[in-house]
């Protein structure tokens, strides 16, 4: 790697003082203009901000989740473009293989984990995706960077994403039109092809997204056309085509309905959940490759699948809202992954569709039939209008569908306040400390946008909160809720507390109703790692036993 200058140096110590900080992408990109001012104006250049923070990135073999937040952060501000986070990953000398993920174990099943290359790769490609890119000059100029990378990783299926979103985006469809930059094009087409030949034996279907854009823009690849200028025909046989066939299985793994289901149902029955975004998207490619249509409405169809089985097993409420919050909240967001890969004629909405059309109808019955109130189903009757409601405000369907979907005239609406975006829940609640007990008030909603509150406060600190009552209920709980406190740091109050759910946990005589109306639910929140840490040492030192332990514990879960 080329010796570092003095200003890559400054801003790589600074990146490392935030990583190490955990400080959030918001604090993050307010402290810049700080740098800034120490620096001459050259120092500051979006080429040397990327490659400064790739290099601090690429010290670590595992993917800081920060790292991810901290470039989005810069793109979302215009420190640094598309272009600038594409020419800096270009200059550092990874190894051929890197651009692929890495296979890990995940419970004794082998899954992939991305690289720092392939996370770089997927964040481009989702903020192409929602429109970075605006400007002709931009978009000629990233695909001009493209063409190296697609001449070296013909086999990559990050790559082979990035540039199926790229010459789909809006400003593609419109700047590659007719004869302009026909040089690039025919360049373009030159690479396409290998690319496409190569991932036609691991994704069909992005290979033939790939071709459909190729043809689309006149880019095709004019050498190809003459069998002597091109090494993969013989005699008039296409020998990529050939190699294709010879991958081809007579059998494959058969998907079932149960098999996805017990997938995850396993990650929901987690607590914490722990439904680990990459994790799952890695054991989902590896089990339907390129189907992605198939994928979509299978994980969408378990989801209801779930929520109903919990249902029919009359599970607790909490069991029941957790559940149908995962279907609302969670799952919209996480199948927009996928919506930028499912192409012409198919579409996100036919997936919702079809799904729908499979679901439970004694669960979730039509809207007509919600006013039985002799069904038992009333808990999660309204999970289908939520849920597709979910889907339009993360612009997976347009609202005009919902009425289609439901085959009813809905009886909710978007809600008002629209989409929330973490950063800027995080700046509100930073000017506004009292934001945070009405957004904490908004989590069990069931609209869509309970993720990003959640997000939003697990990126707060105590010290972001300048405004905030330091005896309040949400200052204590930032600045203590996950310590466990002395016998001699509690009060009488919470001592007594303290001990009515130890004998209430682990006695016979259970919970009983004056602890309850006594202990505050703020108060026992306060308690709950004490609670636990005192249960712990009591079980190490003999005073309890593993199963009674177990068995309190599992009241509370």
């Known amino acids: ?156 299926a990050v790559l082979g994403l990035l540039v199926s979103t790229t010459l789909g985006c809006t400003m593609a469809q ?8 026909k040089k690039l094009k025919i360049s373009l087409g030159r690479r396409l092809t290998p690319l496409i030949n190569d991932l036609s034996a691991t994704n069909i279907q992005l290979a033939s997204a790939l071709s ?20 993969d025909m013989l005699g008039g046989v296409d020998l990529g085509a050939l190699s294709f066939e010879d991958t081809v299985m007579d ?59 919990a249902m029919y097993r009359a599970e607790p409420q909490r069991i029941i809202t957790i559940l149908r919050s995962f279907l609302v909240n969670k799952l919209p967001v996480f199948l927009g992954n996928y919506a930028a890969v499912i192409f012409p ?3 996100i909405e036919t997936c919702i569709s079809q799904a729908l059309l499979r679901i ?75 934001k945070i007990e009405e957004l904490i008030g908004e989590l069990e909603n069931m609209e869509g946008n309970a993720g990003e509150i959640a997000g939003a406060l697990f990126d707060l600190r105590l010290s972001d909160l300048a405004g905030l009552d330091r005896g309040s209920f949400t200052a204590q709980y930032y600045r203590s809720a996950s310590e466990s406190r002395m016998m001699d740091q509690l009060s009488n109050h919470d001592n007594d507390l303290l001990g009515g759910w130890i004998r209430g946990l682990f006695e016979a005589e259970g919970i009983n109703d004056d602890l309850m109306s006594t202990c505050k639910p703020a108060e026992f929140h306060l308690l709950i790692a004490t609670l636990f840490d005192q249960s712990i040492k009591a079980c190490q030192v003999g005073t309890l036993s593993i199963e009674t332990l177990k068995g309190g514990f599992e009241c509370m879960s």
């Open 1 to 156: 790697m080329n010796e570092r200058s003095p200003e890559e140096l400054t801003w790589q110590n600074f990146f490392k003082k935030c990583l190490l900080g955990r400080i959030s992408s918001s604090q993050f990109i307010n402290m810049i203009p700080q740098m800034d001012a120490k620096a001459a104006p050259s120092a500051s250049a979006p080429g040397i901000l990327a490659r400064a923070l790739i290099d601090v990135a690429s010290n670590s073999q595992d993917v800081d989740p920060r790292i991810s937040s901290y470039f989005e952060a810069l793109l979302d501000t215009k420190r640094i473009t598309v272009v600038d986070l594409l020419v800096a990953t270009a200059r550092f000398p990874w190894p051929s293989h890197i651009i692929h993920p890495i296979p890990s174990s995940l419970d004794g099943s082998t899954v992939e984990r991305p690289t720092l290359y392939a996370t770089i790769l997927q964040l481009i490609n989702k903020k192409i995706a929602n429109g970075i890119i605006d400007q002709e000059a931009m978009l000629f100029t990233f695909l001009g960077e493209l063409l190296p990378w697609m001449a070296q990783h013909t086999s990559s």
């Open 174 to 181: 419109e700047a590659l039109i007719g004869g302009k930059a």
């Open 212 to 231: 459909y854009y190729q043809k689309q823009h006149d880019m095709l690849d004019e050498s190809s056309a003459n069998p002597g200028n091109s090494i």
């Open 251 to 309: 059998t494959g793994p058969v998907i079932t309905r149960a098999g996805l289901y017990i997938f995850l149902n396993a990650l929901l029955c987690e607590r914490p959940l722990q439904f680990n975004d990459i994790s799952v998207m890695s054991f989902l490619n590896a089990r339907y490759k390129s189907d992605v249509p198939a994928l979509v409405t299978d994980l969408i169809l378990a989801a209801f699948d779930i929520l109903a089985n």
């Open 345 to 347: 004629p198919l579409s």
């Open 360 to 434: 439970d109808p004694n669960a979730f019955p039509s809207l007509s039939q919600m006013f039985d109130f002799s069904s038992r189903n009333s808990v999660v009757s309204e999970a289908r209008q939520e849920f597709l409601f979910s889907c339009a405000l993360h612009q997976l369907i347009p609202e005009g569908s919902i009425e289609l979907l439901l085959g009813d005239v809905p009886m909710q609406s978007l809600p008002a306040s629209g989409r929330y975006i973490k950063s800027e829940l995080v700046s509100q609640c930073t000017t506004n400390p009292a």
